[in-house]
């Protein structure tokens, strides 16, 4: 049954506006899109699309009706329907992975056929086309997950780390999954229970509607869902990418769309530390902020239409020098070639040695502040330990649903490292107390964290308090263990670049060109370093977009010669 015009379904009942989502192509368009498929015809009931199909390929319906239908329901249920001059594709036309729908033809008809190949070639060089599906894909993409549509069901528990890790990891792939919450849904845990699923067995996910894994790693569900599947591994890149950061995100970008082959490798989830930021302010052209996973997911999928591959939860391992060619070393035993690297692996925030800090990560304690710990905090204490930006960025942040926030920090003041605005919204919030020499000796809780202690250093007094949620935000170590030595680094392990090298770093490389090295490169050639994992670097958004695409242009210079 139609709800607007050519639209049909019970999804387009649902949607707000369902013209944008699926809107229909004017004759010129479709036109223009003909030359780089091939016309077929489509008979009632022939499966165009079947669920774990990959590639998918794209369809324009010429005449006749297709529909689109929900994979894991027991019995078929139609989403969609599409009529003349309307168009199939979602997310997975841009990321090349399985198929999440099964797509149907309901009448006699036709279509043009497209290879997603000559798809993305379309995309990149036909401004308004690309306009008209990235839109459509992309909101399509973000209907699938709202509604819960997918190959996969998470049962788990808010209060259990590994349950937020996997959230996190389908969420800032989007890939849409269905969640069951243990602690609201008594019949599920009885379900488990009879399965004999233990506490430790928790997050159970079911994959594709019959793998079923017990927590399992990022690494297995990337594995099952084939998110790594269509990447090719023997091929020699122009270009391949440590860390899918906003630096690594983009030097992508520039790369692909300079007409680089590009590959990117990522050990765990793209976006890197911005993506779990809460909301950037300082970013241009965001005035009124905007939060890290919309700003990483759209960079995610910009680097897709520009046909740069992401391989995710999949590190890089070890890095093989041996110029010309460099060989990474994959997490997994594999490895890949490249004529240019760039590293973009990042930093990782420090952690206070505290016996049982372990025991409280995802179980109130957490490393960034996003909406979602924001909602697990709402109406509780909290306390937030670092001097930095992101901590007063968090700490702002959580003061509008949290009781009440204390701010930890062991300096005498936030003037040496926080920006200015910042402090002066610390202090002028009423649910935030600033406690300076202040610094963390125990936590305490079962299950979940219940008590944190600090010492006043002046006085060396202990409190105790009834504090469930702690933020540790406490600066930054720099991802370079797995260099293993190829590259120069300064004495707290973040990659030395350009005018920071030594001549002794260039000998003991046995720097073999006549030229320095450039700007971001290392001491080996057509070898860069980006972002926060660099030697002298700011750690903002904005510097590390910046220098990954000022990189391209020196990884052009190196490829040329
Ligand atoms: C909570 C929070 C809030 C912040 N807020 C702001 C803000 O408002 N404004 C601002 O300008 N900056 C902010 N920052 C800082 C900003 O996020 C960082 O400066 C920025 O993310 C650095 O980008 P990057 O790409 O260099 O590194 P990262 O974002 O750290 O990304 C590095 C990526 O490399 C991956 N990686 C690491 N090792 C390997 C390996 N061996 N193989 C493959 N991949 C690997 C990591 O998993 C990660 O995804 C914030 C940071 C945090 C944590």
């Known amino acids: 049954m139609p709800a607007v015009d050519g639209i049909g379904g019970p999804l387009a009942a649902t949607l707000s506006r369902p013209e944008r989502i699926f809107p229909a192509l004017t004759a010129a368009q479709i036109a223009r899109i003909a030359p780089h498929g091939r016309h077929r015809a489509i008979t009632a009931g022939e499966v165009l699309v079947e669920v774990g199909q990959q590639p998918v390929p794209f369809f324009v319906v010429l005449s006749g009706e297709i529909e689109i239908l929900r994979p ?65 894909f992309i909101l399509r993409r973000v209907e699938l997950i709202a509604g819960g549509y997918g190959d996969v069901v998470l049962i788990g528990s808010m209060h259990c780390a590994g349950t937020l890790r996997v959230k996190e990891f389908l969420t800032r792939n989007g890939h849409p999954f269905h969640y069951i919450d243990l602690d609201r849904d008594a019949d599920a845990q009885d379900l488990l229970d009879r399965f004999h699923v233990t506490a430790a067995d928790v997050p159970v996910l079911i994959c594709r509607g019959d793998a079923v894994l017990r927590n399992p790693g990022n690494q297995q569900i990337a594995d099952c869902l084939g998110f790594n599947a269509g990447i090719d591994r023997t091929h020699v890149r122009d270009l391949v990418i440590v860390g899918a950061g906003p630096a690594g995100l983009a030097a992508a970008v520039y790369g692909a769309s300079e007409g680089l082959d590009v590959l990117v490798l990522e050990s765990n989830l793209p976006g890197g530390q911005a993506g779990s930021s809460s909301r950037i302010e300082n970013y241009l052209g965001f005035p009124t902020g905007i939060s890290g996973l919309d700003l990483t997911g759209r960079a995610y999928a910009q680097v897709q239409k520009f046909g740069a591959q992401v391989m995710v939860a999949k590190g890089a391992a070890k890095l093989a020098c041996a110029p010309p060619l460099y060989a990474v070393h994959l997490e997994d035993g594999g490895r890949i070639e490249a004529r240019a690297l760039i590293i973009a692996s990042g930093a990782q925030y420090r952690k206070p040695a505290l016996a049982n800090l372990s025991q409280f990560e995802g179980a109130g304690i957490y490393y960034a502040a996003s909406r979602m710990e924001s909602q697990l905090c709402a109406g509780e204490e909290v306390a937030i330990v670092g001097g930095g930006n992101s901590a007063g960025q968090a700490a702002v942040f959580l003061a509008e649903t949290a009781r009440h926030v204390h701010l930890l920090v062991r300096k005498d003041g936030l003037a040496e490292t926080m920006s200015r605005y910042l402090v002066r919204r610390i202090e002028e919030h009423p649910a935030i107390t600033l406690r300076t020499r202040t610094e963390l000796v125990a936590l305490d809780g079962d299950r979940h964290l ?59 490389a046995r720097w073999p060109l006549t030229r320095s090295p450039y700007l971001l490169e290392t001491n080996r050639p057509g070898v860069f370093a980006v972002g926060d994992v660099r030697c002298g670097n700011i750690k903002r958004v904005a510097s590390a977009v910046g220098e990954g695409s000022i990189a391209v242009a020196f990884v052009h210079q190196v490829l040329r010669h």
């Open 72 to 136: 894991s329901a027991a019995t078929e249920a139609v989403m969609i329907t599409q009529r003349a001059s309307q168009f199939t594709g979602e997310g997975t036309m841009l990321t090349g992975r399985r198929a999440l729908t099964r797509i149907r033809a309901v009448e006699d008809g036709a279509v043009i056929e497209v290879d997603r190949e000559r798809l993305i070639g379309l995309i990149q060089t036909d401004a308004e086309l690309s306009a008209i599906f990235m839109r459509a």
């Open 450 to 508: 219940e008590h944190v202690q600090w010492r006043e250093s002046g006085t060396g007094v202990i409190e105790t308090h009834g504090i469930r949620h702690l933020f540790l935000m406490t600066g930054a170590v720099p991802n370079t263990a797995w260099l293993d030595g190829c590259v120069a680094l300064d004495e707290r392990g973040f990659i030395k670049t350009g005018p920071d090298l030594s001549p002794d770093d260039l000998t003991t």
